[in-house]
């Protein structure tokens, strides 16, 4: 099978088009999101791309090879865009709960199965329940957020948050874990980060800077759980022309939005996020029950 020129080998999708099409929306989204148009439009992404690998958990972990060499080269891109416009002090206070998380996500999903040459019927029962209740954890904590945050703007002026270590060390720590089982910690860095009142150019920039550092520690764990490999690699490859395409479009818009109308969209993206989320996992936890 070739896709862009590239042949393939091993694992493949079913269906070309599909790949290119969802595929690349996928990456459009992720990099819109990265480049500073509400990071959690970022959640939409991975869903996407499971359905463009083909859908079912069994591509969960190929569609998750797929995106991080991906993110990886937006975060280049992204970095050179927001050049020191970024809160060093906050993202340092978050990297070591950060590297915490990546381990202990590393620790569960080498209990799950990936990087064995064998993954049994059970294991892969196993792997869908924790999938699911991790997005629905995901979707609980986006959707509490925003009330939250909703209830607070209605009764009152909003005080800056300034966390001490021991939030930092949590909040970095389920980013950690949630950015490793799915790419999917927006909702958290957006909880941390978006009540700290940082203006919209310090966040977003702020945002770059930890994911650019937080994704390249994900390449150990996701080499050593054979999540990146030959076939995931090359599928990647085929999607890397809409990375500009994504980032172009979401720095446009950064720049168009104001500061209230930017928090407006990234707490409606997120409650969205959280309502699919929560949604999905509730579905796939009622068909696992009822088997």
């Excluded at 970022?42 to 958990?57: R, S, T």
């Excluded at 910690?185 to 150019?201: D, E, F, H, I």
């Excluded at 949604?279 to 009822?290: D, E, K, N, Y």
Aim: glycine share 12%.
């Amino acid at each position: 099978m070739t896709i862009a020129g590239v042949e393939l080998i091993g694992e493949e999708i079913s269906n070309v088009g599909r790949f290119m099409v969802i595929g690349g929306l996928a990456v459009i989204i992720m990099s819109m999101a990265k480049a500073g148009f509400g990071g959690s439009i970022g959640l939409l992404a991975m869903p996407l791309m499971i359905y463009a690998v083909g859908g079912g958990n069994e591509k969960t972990s190929l569609a998750m090879g797929v995106f991080l060499p991906i993110l990886i080269a937006t975060d280049y891109m992204n970095v050179v865009v927001w050049w020191r416009k970024w809160r060093w002090g906050v993202v340092g206070r978050l990297l070591p709960g950060a590297v915490m998380g990546i381990v202990i996500a590393w620790a569960a999903l080498s209990f799950m199965g990936f990087g064995g040459a064998v993954v049994t019927q059970q294991a892969k029962a196993d792997r869908a329940m924790a999938e699911a209740l991790m997005k629905l954890g995901v979707g609980v904590i986006s959707l509490g957020f925003v009330t939250i945050r909703s209830i607070q703007a209605i009764r009152s002026r909003q005080i800056a948050f300034r966390p001490v270590m021991w939030q930092s060390t949590i909040a970095g720590g389920i980013a950690g874990v949630t950015s490793t089982m799915a790419h999917s910690a927006g909702p958290v860095t957006s909880m941390y980060l978006l009540p700290q009142n940082l203006g919209k150019n310090a966040y977003v920039a702020t945002t770059v800077l930890y994911y650019f550092i937080g994704n390249q520690m994900k390449l150990v764990p996701y080499i050593h759980l054979k999540l990146i490999n030959e076939t995931s690699l090359k599928l990647g490859l085929a999607l890397l022309p809409a990375v500009p395409v994504g980032v172009v479009l979401g720095r446009w818009l950064a720049k168009k939005v104001n500061e209230k109308v930017f928090s407006v969209v990234v707490y409606s993206l997120l409650a969205l996020a959280g309502v699919d989320l929560c949604r999905g996992a509730i579905m796939s936890l009622s068909a696992s029950g009822a088997q």
